[in-house]
């Protein structure tokens, strides 16, 4: 199989230099046997195994590679990968705030959206205790009228619900930015 480069591909396998953690930054089976298996510093590598991921090894950092492999110094490789691997462990220390920002949020929309339904339900049962469609007595909200002020708390919470969509698209969106970056940071 070809290398995937930055595109996340299922069931191949992985390799990374022994100074990071697994699935941080991997090479795919095709760049480790073409570049890094017959080299010096192949022992520098290890096997991670059959995972998802993508390659990152980019032709820079295959220069840097060759670079070392030339000069038999793996901390000429190191010295290039490691101030890059801060800047991604940054990102994804973003991405793991934002995943607990958005499962909140999801959990407050659904608190939101379960008691605009019970309020929905009260509005229901008044009007029917009212006998009819005649209110008697008219609430107003936001320029619309309502006919029991449960039907003013389904609507007030509506404007919350709308809110907290909008938040919820908004940190999704930066969540995808921040996995487009961490996947082509090598590219």
Request: proline share 3%.
């Amino acid at each position: 199989m070809p290398c995937p480069g930055s595109n996340c591909v299922d069931g191949i396998t992985w390799y990374s230099p022994n100074f990071t953690q697994p699935g941080e930054f991997a090479f795919c089976g095709e760049c480790y046997n073409q570049f890094i298996r017959n080299t010096t510093l192949n022992v520098y590598m290890r096997n991670d195994g059959i995972q998802s991921g993508n390659c990152d090894f980019s032709s820079n950092v295959k220069q840097q590679w060759l670079i070392a492999v030339s000069r038999n110094d793996i901390n000429i490789f190191r010295g290039y990968v490691e101030p890059r691997l801060g800047h991604i462990r940054e990102l994804r220390d973003r991405m793991d705030r934002l995943q607990v920002i958005l499962s909140q949020e999801l959990q407050r929309k659904e608190f939101l959206i379960i008691s605009q339904h019970n309020y929905n339900i009260m509005a229901s049962t008044s009007k029917l205790r009212l006998g009819g469609d005649e209110p008697s007595y008219e609430y107003s909200f936001n320029g619309s009228r309502y006919n029991s002020s449960s039907s003013v708390e389904a609507a007030r919470i509506q404007i919350q619900i709308d809110e907290s969509s909008r938040i919820f698209n908004n940190y999704l969106a930066e969540l995808r930015l921040l996995e487009h970056e961490i996947s082509n940071s090598w590219y």
